[in-house]
């Protein structure tokens, strides 16, 4: 999830790049850079890190130009360094490229450019775009609109590409394949953008690109053609929005926006991972099969938020697989004393990848010689450097301190990553695989029916946003569900809140119902559907009001809750992918009910990088 910034016009190019970059840097802040046409040759500055960075190195080295394209970088593919940094140029030095999104197809398409004799100067998968293009104008006679057209009929993946050549000064090229990217223009001058507040100073008329389809922008014009090449009408949209709320992308918190970027996080978690075949693909391990079939026991350790992620991945990991599973918090682990050797995989998952005792525990588990395999969202983080292997989640980053969007990728890549553990143990059978993958690839959508629930927790929500406790249940991977929903509405709310495994209540926490008290109730489809009902029933019978998560059409449910939030059904071992949702909804809308602001809780840091 990378920033974009682009600029045609008679003006100067830079300080509308800069002054873009710079609002869409909660996009990506891992490096940035920009490219200049001026005077018949290219100039480009990139550097790792923040803004900052990159503003220095221009502080002493002018870019005048009226052509420019800018980039602030999210990091999938390569860690965050100067020369991984966008744009990309092809080997003339002619041509620029930025780009968000993820290039599935990027290896083989590298290995054949290598071939031809083009070379490369970076990790990224982006770099490719810049030496097809530059292949395809050496066949002459094309213009880079349509060796832009050329070069995506052979992309696989998503991107949002824009390109600018100096053998063309006259327009900016851009295309779209999911990641979202607008253009604009206004007199004298042409725009592009990732996001509405790069534009916002200088039109508020904008194009927002559909799927498939390509922009030439010049100053005052922008015209669209189809990836066929058919020249399409195209719809202007006028934004009334301030600059804040255009950076939340119109709503009223990162978190909600987070929230609703969940759909994507999960398909971006799961690009170029399924293989048509019914196989999971995962580039980033290296272990051979004979290693994993060493495998005797594997240890998960995490916080918080990912701590929850790991007890569900428990569930999966051993009923996939059969190996036995440990789940441990990272800040006890690293003082229990572990038994470890190298026969045990430790999993440590931190969305940011910098939490101090996640970091610990997994250098203590490499010195035991155990094998240690990460999950994060962070390219370039800490805890990749302390990792044999590294489960990237893709969701783009997360600005809220409370985790969302990286929880349910999180789920999604520790799914993955069982099932690959499963697939090269030979654990699960073919079927089993083929059906596991094909409810895999149904959530992203299955989520976006889950968060047209919105009106209706927050309906909820206002009845229960004066109450001090409340307590979440729930069974096997359902108890995941109900600790992290406990921890969502203790973050933002400040309501004393429970996380509980349902069948443990009978043994003291049901002492604390009275009349009224809330109890949010996750009943999972699965085995222990039954169970999770008599315990919902024990406690409408000392006074509860339940707020339930159940399949969608349970009559049963229906007749048991005060709320009901209805998910589609799945595999049981993916529910938390789906259940969390209304669990997040509710949190949010509680914690704004009580006034406060969900994105800035008090006392909490978005990274804690101390014990
Ligand atoms: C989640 O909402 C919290 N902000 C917190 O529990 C968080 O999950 C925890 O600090 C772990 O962070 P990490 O994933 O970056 O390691």
């Known amino acids: 999830m990378c920033g974009i910034v682009g600029y045609i016009g008679g003006g100067q190019a830079l300080p509308v790049l800069l002054d873009g970059m710079t609002k869409l840097e909660y996009r990506g802040y891992d490096s940035a850079g920009v490219a200049v046409v001026a005077d018949g040759s290219l100039q480009v500055e990139r550097r790792a890190g923040q803004m900052h960075n990159l503003l220095e190195a221009l502080e002493t080295r002018p870019m005048p130009g009226g052509l420019g394209i800018g980039h602030t970088r999210w990091a999938t593919h390569g860690p965050p360094t100067d020369g991984n940094a966008h744009p990309h140029v092809d080997c003339s030095g002619r041509i620029a490229v930025v780009h968000n999104g993820i290039i599935e197809n990027h290896d083989v398409l590298r290995a054949r450019l290598e071939g031809e004799g083009h070379e490369f100067r970076s990790d990224t998968d982006t770099e490719v775009v810049a030496h097809l293009i530059e292949s395809i104008l050496r066949e002459g006679e094309v213009d880079l609109r349509t060796a832009m057209l050329r070069t995506v009929n052979l992309l696989e993946g998503a991107f949002a590409l824009v390109c600018i050549s100096v053998d063309q000064p006259g327009s900016i090229v851009v295309a779209r394949q999911e990641p979202p990217i607008i253009v604009g223009a206004a007199e004298g001058i042409g725009l592009v953008g990732s996001d509405i507040p790069a534009l916002l100073d200088h039109t508020r008329d904008i194009v927002p690109l559909d799927n498939h389809q390509i922009a030439e922008v010049s100053p005052g014009s922008v015209r669209v053609w189809d990836f066929e090449g058919n020249e399409v009408e195209f719809e202007t949209v006028h934004v009334e929005w301030d600059l804040a709320a255009a950076e939340r992308g119109g709503y009223e918190d990162f978190m909600l926006k987070e929230i609703f970027e969940q759909p994507e996080a999960v398909r971006n978690t799961m690009r170029g991972r399924l293989d048509p075949a019914g196989c999971i693909v995962l580039d980033e391990v290296h272990w051979d099969k004979e290693t994993l079939a060493a495998i005797t026991k594997v240890v998960i350790v995490a916080c918080g938020t990912s701590f929850h992620a790991g007890m569900a991945a428990k569930h999966a990991i051993e009923?996939?697989?059969?190996?036995?599973?440990?789940?441990?918090?990272?800040?006890?682990?690293?003082?229990?004393?572990?038994?470890?050797?190298?026969?045990?995989?430790?999993?440590?998952?931190?969305?940011?990848?910098?939490?101090?005792?996640?970091?610990?525990?997994?250098?203590?588990?490499?010195?035991?010689?155990?094998?240690?395999?990460?999950?994060?969202?962070?390219?370039?983080?800490?805890?990749?450097?302390?990792?044999?292997?590294?489960?990237?989640?893709?969701?783009?980053?997360?600005?809220?301190?409370?985790?969302?969007?990286?929880?349910?990728?999180?789920?999604?890549?520790?799914?993955?990553?069982?099932?690959?553990?499963?697939?090269?143990?030979?654990?699960?059978?073919?079927?089993?695989?083929?059906?596991?993958?094909?409810?895999?690839?149904?959530?992203?959508?299955?989520?976006?029916?889950?968060?047209?629930?919105?009106?209706?927790?927050?309906?909820?929500?206002?009845?229960?946003?004066?109450v001090t406790d409340a307590l979440f249940i729930g069974r096997g991977v359902g108890m995941a569900v109900a600790m992290e929903g406990a921890l969502k509405l203790k973050e933002i709310s400040y309501i004393h809140a429970e996380g509980y495994a349902a069948g443990e209540l009978k043994h003291g926490a049901i002492a604390l119902i009275e009349d009224g008290t809330p109890v949010i109730g996750i009943l999972t489809g699965h085995r222990l559907y039954d169970k999770m009902l008599a315990n919902v029933q024990e406690v409408r019978a000392r006074g509860a009001q339940t707020v339930l998560v159940a399949p969608r059409g349970d009559e049963r449910a229906r007749s048991l809750a005060n709320e009901l939030f209805e998910v589609p059904l799945t595999k049981p071992l993916l529910t938390p992918i789906l259940d969390t949702i209304p669990m997040q909804l509710f949190a949010y809308y509680v914690a704004k009910e009580r006034g406060l602001s969900p994105d800035r809780p008090r006392n909490l840091a978005k990274s804690v990088t101390v014990e």
């Open 319 to 466: 009923h996939w697989t059969r190996i036995p599973v440990e789940l441990d918090l990272a800040s006890e682990f690293r003082y229990r004393d572990p038994v470890l050797d190298a026969t045990s995989l430790v999993i440590g998952i931190a969305q940011s990848g910098e939490t101090a005792d996640t970091l610990a525990a997994l250098r203590f588990a490499k010195e035991m010689g155990a094998h240690v395999a990460a999950v994060t969202n962070v390219v370039g983080s800490s805890i990749t450097r302390d990792a044999d292997a590294v489960l990237f989640t893709h969701a783009g980053p997360e600005i809220s301190v409370a985790s969302t969007k990286t929880f349910l990728a999180q789920l999604t890549a520790l799914n993955l990553f069982a099932l690959y553990l499963a697939q090269e143990r030979g654990a699960m059978t073919q079927a089993k695989m083929a059906e596991t993958i094909e409810a895999m690839r149904a959530l992203p959508e299955q989520i976006e029916d889950v968060l047209m629930l919105q009106d209706d927790v927050h309906r909820a929500a206002k009845r229960y946003a004066h």
